[in-house]
């Protein structure tokens, strides 16, 4: 009796394979764990996270998102900036694009993480006797793998593909709307452009005029009204010189901080014109392919594939969880085992019908945004051609009106040369031209304006290409 009680001291194998075991599973458990670097938000860290493009040269290989045939871009400053080309710039150059492309990388750790095995569960337990006739320490160890999570893994890995691919094509509609907003800056910088120069020109003429009627006054050749005439349109016109300066410089500085540059960097135009999508392919044409071309729809598609892998997903998750693996146990009385072990969940209360529920309506909402999205698109891209034929018959009938009002100016230039019309009649004719003049580029403008609004709902865009 006495000889077996003193079998209750410890087993020095025993000893030695337990602590082992605990060594091995320390050994896992860190390393699998990352590292921890602090960044502050500090002032470096924020200066270097800043946008900042070179003059020099642009390749716009982001641009490829948008169009992948599009060639090597190169934009020179010294060249001048084309609307096209703005619209290619202002894709790599955007600060909200660059703070926006982090989504990817989220998108894409999300896939990491979906398709990531689940970790094996190891177990490790000792009994010590305290009392009885126990021969040796007891000890359990047991690795099991759950089997829940095999099951749904393909689907998850599905979706969270899926998930990437709608992310990217998400980006890549912003940033096409970003490179035509950046093109519409460059046709109304072009059209303040035109203004001013009319402007300036109408100033020349009247500062002549009105130099000479006041040589006139003085000698009492003309009228004093006459005179005064001259001076009340010249003032107008340079009030409306410097309102279309102050607006070229606002616009010019928003456009700046769009293509990513800095407010003193300088930037010049081009004086190459380009073809504006004045004259748009046919409506069926545009309409036919309108789902193909949209970023967004595209996108939205791709989040209708993320739903539905979404809600296999969960209902493969009715799958009771359920763990299989192996043990090896030893008693106290010294018998050694080997064994299976197997753990399952009852379903009675919650068999993952809440989740199923939440993935079904997820996609149901996903398939009345695309089908909203896109009637939207498919009327808006009508309203648009319709409101383009419009607008070139009102530019038609103002350049009518403009030749009419030039013909006239022309008799009332004669007529007031022998003083037989008053001259604030013949300055008020005047003021009329200028701002029909005006009107025509305002008609050319929103026409252009039109046009990148089309290009922008039907996904129809020219990109530039490199020159070889």
Sequence with gaps: MFARGAGKQEDPKAMKSSHRALAVAAIILLGGCGTYQP????????????????????????????????????????????????????????????ASRARVGIAQAQLLAAGLLPNPVFSFGVGL????????????????????????????????????????????????????????????????????????????????????LARGERARLVTAGAALAARVALRRAELEAVRAGALYRVKLLALKGLLGLKPRDALRLSAQKENPFRVPPDRRALLAGLAARRLDLIALRAGYRAASAGMRAAVLGEFPPL???????????????????????????????????????????????????????????????????????????????????????????EALAQHAIDALVYYRLATQVTRERLREIADAARLDQLGVALETESGWFDLPRAKT
Excluded: C
């Design 129 to 212: 006797p305290i009392s009885g006739l126990g021969l040796t320490s007891a000890f359990r160890a047991a690795l099991s793998l759950p089997v829940q999570a095999l099951v749904t893994r393909p689907a998850r890995v599905a979706a969270a593909r899926a998930q990437v691919r709608r992310v990217d094509l998400t980006l890549a509609w912003q940033a096409w709307q970003v490179a035509l907003h950046a093109k519409d800056d460059v046709y109304q910088l072009e059209l303040l452009n035109r203004e001013r120069t009319v402007l300036h020109g109408e100033i020349g003429d009247l500062r002549e005029q009105v130099a000479l």
């Design 39 to 98: 960044r502050p938000l500090d002032a470096a860290r924020v200066a270097k996270a800043l946008p900042g493009r070179p003059l020099t040269a642009v390749w716009a290989a982001y641009s490829r998102r948008l169009l992948p045939a599009l060639p090597p871009l190169v934009v020179v400053a010294h060249q001048g900036l084309t609307p096209a080309a703005a619209a290619v710039w202002a894709v790599v150059g955007d600060p909200d694009l660059r």
């Design 323 to 413: 763990s299989l693996g192996v043990n090896r146990a030893r008693d106290t009385t010294d018998v050694n085992t080997v064994g299976t072990d197997l753990s399952v969940a009852l379903p009675i209360f919650n068999h993952n019908q809440g989740a199923v529920a939440i993935a079904r309506a997820n996609r149901r909402l996903v398939l009345r945004t695309y089908a909203a999205r896109l009637s939207d698109a498919r009327l808006k891209v009508t309203e648009l051609m319709a409101s383009m034929q419009a607008a070139r018959q009102e530019m038609s009938a103002h350049r009518q009106m403009l030749k009419a009002l030039l013909r006239l100016q022309g008799l009332y230039r």
